[in-house]
């Protein structure tokens, strides 16, 4: 075996018995790391002399194992089902009213239960992307076929019911055949069933929250990454338009204690407490929360009409907040946070630029306070990274 530290792969004593630096902050689970990342990272750990050569090549093998090489005919055969779920339904409507309702429904059950038994063939022929396109097209057939019999037996109730129920046939679909693309759906059915009955009510639609979270659960279950952002995006939009629907669309301050609320548990998470299989999850949680909490601020500042001084003192408590969540995404490595938090701080910088020319504010003013704002945060961040030095050496 190879050691670390450079030590005999043979078996030294003193590579058995070394131990690699304590970074509680950089370590967690493989299963949740993105491969290219991981591969820098053992690089690293090679040119510092803690994997040795045929360690860190062993593993750079075993990653490219266990990492898809060529993902586009999946891409493919799932638009390929949807765009065969179309062509289904527009025949089918074309020639709806000129067959009998046997022929219908015969025709709607063979075109359901033939894509799903299309995707146990290729299941069993090893063809995972083909068969999850499969089971795809059979939940686009259920959902064509709950509008087309309600529309032949004159079924009336709400309409928002009719997509809950193709979101359950999805939800279903997803778990028992660990589709994870089936899940996506469901997501997706959820968030328009949750805004197709906001529109009708004008009020929070609570009840999203049970969907959203069964939804997660299977994501949870299949251990699918990907799934993590669909729900980490999905309960975003729904906290941000809790903004525009409590308290007579004045309910953004709410927003923003929420988003701050979670980004600090990502904060003590990744950074103090180094729960291994919770850090990946709250490092994503924490750039959402960025973005939820910067959707508040931006709705206080640019959608509400506050007083000069109430803009000001936003504005500045604006940006020195983007800039900390700079310094947090830079120092834990979070690419994702650090993107969310550039892409809010020049949002902001425009937005602040039209907002004040022509007004009391004076943007000359404004942008050198915030300019002074934004050095005196740099001199602090230099400040912080001498001292991390410091003790990296110690």
Do not use: K
């Given at each position: 075996m190879t050691g670390l530290n450079g030590g005999d792969p043979t078996g030294d004593h003193n590579a058995k018995n070394a131990k690699p630096p304590h970074r509680p902050s950089r370590i967690f689970p493989v299963m949740w790391r993105h491969s290219r990342q991981l591969e820098a990272d053992v690089q690293r750990w090679q040119e510092a002399g803690w994997v040795t050569p045929d360690g860190a090549k062993a593993i750079a093998e075993e990653l490219r194992a266990q990492t898809?090489?060529?993902?586009?005919?999946?891409?493919?055969?799932?638009?390929?089902?949807v765009l065969l779920g179309f062509a289904a339904m527009s025949f089918v409507a074309a020639n709806w009213q000129e067959m009998p309702k046997i022929a219908r429904l015969?025709?709607?059950?063979?075109?359901?239960?033939?894509?799903?038994?299309?995707?146990?063939?290729?299941?069993?022929?090893?063809?995972e992307a083909f068969a999850h396109a499969?089971?795809?097209g059979?939940?686009?057939?259920?959902?064509?076929?709950?509008?087309?019999?309600?529309?032949?037996?004159?079924?009336?109730?709400?309409?928002p019911d009719a997509v809950l129920l193709w979101c359950a046939g999805a939800v279903l679909a997803g778990i028992l055949l660990r589709s994870n693309p089936?899940?996506?759906?469901?997501?997706?059915?959820?968030?328009?069933?949750?805004?197709?009955?906001?529109?009708?009510?004008?009020?929070?639609?609570?009840?999203?929250?049970?969907?959203?979270?069964?939804?997660?659960?299977?994501?949870?279950?299949h251990k699918w990454h990907?799934?993590?952002?669909?729900?980490?995006?999905?309960?975003?939009?729904?906290?941000?338009?809790?903004?525009?629907?409590?308290?007579?669309?004045?309910?953004h301050g709410l927003v923003l204690i929420i988003g701050l609320a979670v980004a600090t548990v990502g904060i003590l998470i990744t950074t103090l407490y180094a729960i291994p299989a919770?850090?990946?999850?709250?490092?994503?949680?924490?750039?959402?929360?960025?973005?939820?909490?910067?959707?508040?601020?931006?709705?206080?500042?640019?959608?509400?009409?506050?007083?000069?001084?109430?803009?000001?003192?936003?504005?500045v408590g604006t940006l020195a907040l983007l800039i900390g969540a700079i310094i947090l995404a830079l120092r834990t490595d979070?690419?994702?946070?650090?993107?969310?938090?550039?892409?809010?701080?020049?949002?902001?910088?425009?937005?602040l630029y039209f907002k004040s020319v022509g007004t009391l504010l004076g943007s000359s003013v404004f942008f050198l306070t915030a300019g002074i704002v934004v050095i005196a945060l740099a001199y602090v961040a230099y400040r912080l990274h001498l001292s991390a030095q410091v003790q990296g050496r110690a």
């Open positions: 898809p090489a060529f993902r586009l005919p999946a891409v493919l055969a799932i638009l390929g089902a015969g025709l709607l059950g063979a075109a359901l239960w033939g894509f799903y038994g299309l995707a146990g063939w290729l299941f069993s022929r090893n063809l499969a089971i795809l059979g939940v686009g057939m259920f959902g064509a076929a709950i509008m087309l019999i309600a529309q032949m037996y004159h079924i009336e109730g709400r309409p089936s899940l996506v759906l469901a997501m997706l059915l959820a968030g328009l069933w949750s805004g197709w009955e906001t529109s009708i009510t004008e009020h929070v639609h609570w009840p999203f929250l049970i969907a959203w979270a069964l939804i997660s659960l299977g994501f949870v279950w990907p799934g993590m952002h669909v729900s980490a995006l999905a309960i975003s939009i729904f906290v941000v338009l809790l903004g525009y629907l409590l308290n007579e669309g004045h309910a919770l850090i990946e999850p709250a490092r994503t949680s924490f750039g959402y929360a960025i973005a939820v909490s910067y959707a508040a601020l931006f709705a206080l500042q640019f959608i509400e009409d506050p007083t000069t001084n109430t803009l000001i003192a936003t504005a979070n690419r994702g946070a650090l993107w969310v938090a550039y892409t809010a701080f020049s949002i902001e910088v425009m937005g």
